[in-house]
T-cell receptor, first 114, second 115 residues
Framework: KAGVTQTPRYLIKTRGQQVTLSCSPISGHRSVSWYQQTPGQGLQFLFEYFSETQRNKGNFPGRFSGRQFSNSRSEMNVSTLELGDSALYLC?????????????FGPGTRLTVL | GNSVTQMEGPVTLSEEAFLTINCTYTATGYPSLFWYVQYPGEGLQLLLKATKADDKGSNKGFEATYRKETTSFHLEKGSVQVSDSAVYFCALSPPGGGATNKLIFGTGTLLAVQP
């Protein structure tokens, strides 16, 4: 069974631009979560989706948004990029909702903002 | 609020040495607890988990026991290998987390095993 895939793997953008990252969950998984990983702040929860609905959101500004499609694929968008948005963005999928469910992480998208 | 504290790294060990990485948590109620591992250039992989007090999670020689009285979930391995070199994250899923997959992570501990 194919794992979680994220595209692109690497991105370089300049301040003020916007970016869209994509995540394809494991086949059959309906829950997708996003995390930002930085050396200073560690792993921080961005948001999660289940059956096309945002179920939970972390403490990030409104420039960070996301959505989930009917096939469970998810995208996240960051508008008006800032230098501090440089990070590894990780997507995780799970069959169901519920903290005890195992989540499977993708390899991440490395975003560099210049 | 809910939080996870884990020991600072890096932890440098010789092959076959005993490993302990400390993890303590703060939560109201009983969270589920996890250890994830991240190898260079990769995403996170679930190493082991425990969903209730006194549960012991184990996988690939690693073990951790959910200790409610000390709010801890320390990771241990009896004999580490060079291939265990990675960053290890302790995480919790908030109590009553039936409606969310949100995880709260510790800062991560880099383990370097030397031959």
């Amino acid at each position: 069974k194919a794992g979680v895939t994220q595209t692109p793997r690497y991105l370089i953008k300049t301040r003020g631009q916007q970016v869209t990252l994509s995540c394809s969950p494991i086949s059959g998984h309906r829950s997708v979560s996003w995390y930002q990983q930085t050396p200073g702040q560690g792993l921080q929860f961005l948001f999660e989706y289940f059956s096309e609905t945002q179920r939970n959101k972390g403490n990030f500004p409104g420039r960070f948004s996301g959505r989930q499609f009917s096939n469970s694929r998810s995208e996240m968008n960051v508008s008006t990029l800032e230098l501090g948005d440089s990070a590894l963005y990780l997507c995780a999928s799970s069959l169901l909702q519920g903290g005890y469910n195992e989540q499977f992480f993708g390899p991440g998208t490395r975003l560099t903002v210049l | 609020g809910n939080s996870v504290t884990q020991m600072e790294g890096p932890v440098t060990l010789s092959e076959e040495a005993f490993l302990t990485i400390n993890c303590t948590y703060t939560a109201t109620g009983y969270p589920s607890l996890f250890w994830y591992v991240q190898y260079p250039g990769e995403g996170l992989q679930l190493l082991l988990k425990a969903t209730k007090a006194d549960d012991k999670g184990s996988n690939k020689g690693f073990e951790a026991t959910y200790r409610k009285e000390t709010t801890s979930f320390h990771l241990e391995k009896g004999s580490v290998q060079v291939s265990d070199s990675a960053v290890y994250f302790c995480a919790l899923s908030p109590p009553g987390g039936g409606a969310t997959n949100k995880l709260i992570f510790g800062t991560g501990t880099l383990l370097a095993v030397q031959p």
